[in-house]
């Protein structure tokens, strides 16, 4: 991992009423390079956030954890998919491939099960992890992630900031991780071209920008009316499954990718991009497959950073049986917990223009028993056709941060949670695939926002070793 070092700053994590004026001025210098140093068309479509003088540190032990992790992901997709495959044989539970097909088109499912894409998994993983006062948890995987060039930008923009006198930090991948990591998930000079839906739109200018930054390779980025490919290029596909009838180039896409006239990532495999895959992660019955596959560590550790995770399936128990830890006889009786028993996420599995985001997410102990209610109902009535799980909830720890308020000139001190997004890039194929640590983006929300997420009242910034 590329580490760019720098000289120590008194700022982080020191609280601001015990700064100088020299600091607070060499603070709102660093907020306003990061500020002048934004690409003329943006990095978000519509979006702004709340600028930090300096990187997120992050302890050089979960850092070390960070680095380790990637391999640890890279290994639970293999398994998940040999596992699903093996559901399709009949060599393997058939409830599965139900859990993970639901929804889903024929058509679509098959392809992913063909031989071009049997074995393939995403070249880029990217895991949310909140930060608690037990340590770290993963909410959620994600297989086609936003944010690599916006992380990218906030590496590079950060590192650049080291001549400052009092600049302090490690940036985690360097100036150049994000960048070099995405660039080596390709082909040696193969042309790599990015194709983004209209959904995904708001993150067309940090692609446009990541395309620019990278040299040694033609690079491009195009939308789903784009056709002109050519034999041997690669497709970084940037749109979801759930909306192809929206991306109408998918079609020739995946066709040429089954000719093997073109190489595609991330494969269309539904099942990757399931977040019930946390659920089949944790379901008793599947303990002897993991261990076996996933090996006595690594499941370990995932057991360990994953929140117990549920499908929420109506199906009648017997009288004898209860639901894992919830002690729950079926799945309406969810309804009846207290507030104070409902620290437990609902969410939709994938699939869904609401799996993205903080769409489709609910907080059992933010809503009303009438509206929690509801909510359960309406995961129960959608088994089969749009899958939900049931997650507990880890509350994430308060973090110190700051940001400057450029509007009234002055360094804002703010108690917030983080969200880290760490940027795994899988280099290699088959056994020889390594998945390497590019950079990590931390998202901090004020303290009394419940869900974490990209918002206008969030510091973004890149993390570096304290």
């Not at 479509?45 to 709340?50: K, L, V, Y």
């Not at 009438?370 to 507990?392: E, K």
Request: net charge neutral; proline share 7%.
């Amino acid at each position: 991992m590329a580490v760019f070092r720098h000289r120590p700053n008194p700022l982080a994590p020191n609280p601001i009423h015990h700064l100088n004026s020299t600091d607070i001025e060499s603070a709102k210098s660093r907020a306003q390079q990061v500020r002048n140093a934004f690409p003329e068309n943006g990095l978000f479509a519509g979006q702004t956030w709340r600028i930090s003088p300096d990187p997120f540190p992050l302890d050089g032990k979960l850092v070390k954890q960070l680095e380790k992790l990637g391999r640890v992901l890279l290994q639970f997709y293999r398994a998940l998919n040999l596992l699903y495959r093996k559901s399709h044989e009949q060599a393997a539970p058939s409830w599965v491939a139900e859990w993970m097909d639901a929804g889903k088109p024929e058509r679509l499912t098959q392809l992913g099960l063909s031989r071009t894409f049997k074995q393939a998994h995403p070249k880029v993983i990217r895991p949310d992890i909140l930060l608690t006062d037990d340590g770290f948890v993963i909410s959620e995987l994600d297989s086609v992630p936003g944010g690599i060039g916006l992380t990218g930008w906030l590496n590079q923009t950060y590192a650049a900031l080291a001549d400052a006198p009092d600049s302090n930090s490690s940036i985690i991948g360097g100036a150049k991780g994000m960048l070099d990591g995405f660039n080596g998930i390709f082909g040696k000079d193969a042309p790599a071209r990015i194709v983004v839906s209209d959904e995904a739109d708001s993150y067309r200018p940090e692609m446009e920008w990541l395309a620019d930054q990278i040299k040694d390779r033609p690079i491009s980025v195009h939308d789903g009316n784009f056709e002109d490919f050519k034999d041997g290029d690669w497709v970084y596909r940037f749109f979801e499954l759930f909306d192809l009838a929206n991306v109408p180039n998918s079609k020739i896409i995946f066709e040429r990718a089954i000719e093997d006239r073109l190489h595609l990532t991330p494969p269309p495999k539904t099942t990757l991009e399931e977040k019930a895959s946390f659920a089949l992660l944790h379901n008793h019955n599947l303990e002897s497959f993991w261990l076996q596959h996933l090996g006595g560590g690594f499941l370990k550790t995932l057991l360990r950073h994953v929140p117990y995770t549920w499908m929420v399936d109506p199906t009648p128990l017997p009288p004898q049986g209860a639901i894992p830890k919830l002690g729950l006889t079926n799945w309406h009786q969810l309804k009846n917990l207290s507030q104070k028993d409902r620290h437990l996420i609902l969410k939709v599995s994938g699939f869904s223009e609401q799996a993205w985001g903080a769409r489709g997410v609910f907080l059992g102990s933010d809503l009303s028993s009438q509206d929690w209610g509801q909510v359960v109902d309406t995961a129960i009535r959608s088994f089969g056709r749009q899958n939900y799980i049931l997650q507990d909830y880890h509350k994430p720890r308060t973090v110190d941060a700051s940001y400057f308020d450029f509007d009234n000139d002055k360094l804002v001190p703010m108690k917030g949670r983080v969200r880290l997004c760490p940027y795994y890039f899988v280099q290699g194929e088959g056994d020889q695939a390594r998945a390497q640590l590019g950079g990590v983006m931390a998202t901090i929300c004020p303290a009394d926002k419940k869900i974490i997420h990209g918002m206008s009242e969030a510091i973004i910034a890149p993390c570096c070793i304290a």
